[in-house]
């Protein structure tokens, strides 16, 4: 079994030591709660489906049974409390935290790549710019951005995006895109780092109301009312859409800029008649 420190997801770690330990003694659910300190005996198998969570005894009590210790234990303690947390920025303490103690044991965590890649608006711009000019300088590159951005950040991007092989550098020093692709790798982790590429990206559409041209953008929206039904529907055709505008790019011949095409839906109120159910 790989260590706790390889896992980004504590409930698919306590999984995998029950299916070893399983394998191996014929381990039961029942046996498991047991050495926990559970009287329930189908907890754990309810915390692995993501149908109930650990509290603070609870941490304690499984990484015991599991027989974990040391920097292992705190790394799992850390572990749950990114899965189970939902404010981002506290999510985002939380993984700073585990990728300093996998460093520290020489460890690579699962998903650091896709991570460093959304954390910041200005990756996507930069692996879409630089190889629409020649030898450019980092100062350079900066200069062509609409948005305030320096030429330390512009080397920071450059650096991890010729690191993960997203871009390549040649020794005329221009560059050209690598043919690896960008995956979301790990939803666990990736998903926190696009909401604050979405958030980002909604900042920026906020400045674009007032620092970029009328003739150079297209802002709309609809405010309305509407079925379950026809939310599904909307969002089928917003992913059509979607789609479509990727083909219209993906044939796309002579760039002449990098644009950011932002699609939001969301609820503006309850659903009618909820608001009684919350008095």
Not at 63 to 84: E, H, I, P, T
Not at 146 to 158: G, H, I, N, R, W
Request: with cysteine.
């Amino acid at each position: 079994m790989k260590p706790v420190m390889e896992y980004n997801n504590y409930r698919l770690y306590i999984r995998d030591y029950y299916a070893e330990r399983k394998d191996r003694s014929g381990f039961t659910w029942r046996d498991f709660a047991r050495d926990a300190g559970y009287s329930s005996p189908v907890f754990l198998k309810l915390v692995c489906d993501s149908k109930a969570n650990l509290s603070e005894v609870g941490v304690e009590r499984v990484a015991s049974a599991m027989g974990l210790v040391g920097v292992d234990l705190q790394y799992f303690r850390v572990l749950v409390a990114f899965n189970q947390e939902k404010d981002l920025d506290k999510q985002k303490s939380y993984f700073a935290e585990m990728r300093k103690l996998a460093r520290e044991n020489s460890v690579t965590l699962v998903g650091e790549e896709q991570y460093d890649y959304f954390e910041n608006w200005l990756n996507p711009v930069i692996r879409e710019l630089a190889p629409a000019s020649k030898a450019p300088s980092a100062a350079k590159l900066a200069g062509q951005c609409v948005f305030d951005t320096d030429a330390s950040q512009v080397k920071k991007s450059l650096k991890l995006l010729e690191k993960s092989g997203l871009l390549k550098k040649n020794e005329d020093g221009s560059y050209v895109q690598g043919a690896k692709s960008i995956s979301t790798g790990d939803l666990n982790v990736a998903s926190m780092a696009i909401r604050e590429m979405h958030r980002q990206m909604g900042e920026l559409a906020i400045k674009a109301l007032d620092q970029v041209p009328l003739n150079e953008r297209d802002v709309s929206g609809l405010t309305m009312g509407i079925s379950e039904s026809a939310y599904h529907k909307i969002v089928k055709e917003i992913a059509d859409f979607r789609r479509r505008i990727t083909a219209i790019a993906v044939e796309s011949t002579g760039e002449e800029r990098v644009y950011r095409l932002n699609m939001q839906l969301f609820p503006l109120s309850k659903a009618y008649g909820q608001e009684d159910n919350d008095v």
